[in-house]
C-alpha cells in the first residue's frame, strides 16, 4: 500500500442547485461532509474560503460523465466550475471521475434511515464524501493523484 500525499484535500460535488463540500483529514484517512453551498454567485467566493479555513492543498471536482464515458449535460458546467476554483483560489484542482457517486450517497443515506426529501440538503455533501473517498483510495492504491490537474484561468478540455 503507498503512502498518500499528506495534506487536507476538499472534494466537490458540483449540482445546478447546491455545490457539496467534503474535506479529508491531514493524512487522507477518511472523508467527511462539510456543508452544501448554495449554487449562485458567491460559490466559488464560499468554498475559496472553506478551502483557506481548513488549510486545504487541493481541490478535487468531482466530473459527471456518462457509464459509458461520454460527457453528460452536467460535464462542461463541471469544468467550467473547476476552472473558476483553480483561477479564484490558487490551489491545484483536480478533475476526477464521479460516475455514482449522487447515486451511491442516495444509497447510503436510504440505508441509514433517511427518505429522499430528507436527505435532500445533504445529499451533495456525501457524494461529494463519496468522490473524495474514491479519490483517495486511487491515489492509495497507484500511487499518484487521481483525476487530472485544471490549469487556472482556462476550461480544462
Known amino acids: 500500500m503507498t503512502v498518500l500525499r499528506r495534506g487536507v484535500r476538499l472534494g466537490i460535488d458540483v449540482g445546478k442547485a447546491r455545490v457539496g463540500v467534503a474535506r479529508t483529514d491531514p493524512d487522507g484517512l477518511l472523508a467527511v461532509p462539510i456543508e ?26 468531482g466530473l459527471p460523465i456518462s457509464l459509458s464515458g461520454a460527457d453528460t449535460a452536467s460535464t462542461a458546467d463541471a469544468r467550467t466550475f473547476a476552472g473558476e476554483l483553480a483561477t479564484a483560489s490558487g490551489l491545484p484542482v483536480r478533475l476526477v471521475d464521479e460516475r455514482l457517486s449522487t447515486v451511491s450517497a442516495h444509497a447510503a443515506l436510504r440505508q441509514s434511515g433517511r427518505s429522499q426529501k430528507k436527505s435532500r440538503s445533504i445529499v451533495d455533501q456525501v457524494a461529494a464524501v463519496v468522490l473524495l473517498q474514491q479519490a483517495l483510495d486511487v491515489e492509495r492504491h497507484s500511487g499518484n493523484p487521481a483525476g487530472w490537474v485544471v490549469p487556472p484561468g482556462q476550461e480544462p478540455a
Open 36 to 61: 452544501t453551498v448554495a449554487r449562485d454567485a458567491q460559490s466559488v467566493t464560499r468554498i475559496v474560503a472553506i478551502a483557506e479555513e481548513y488549510c486545504a492543498m487541493e481541490i478535487l471536482v
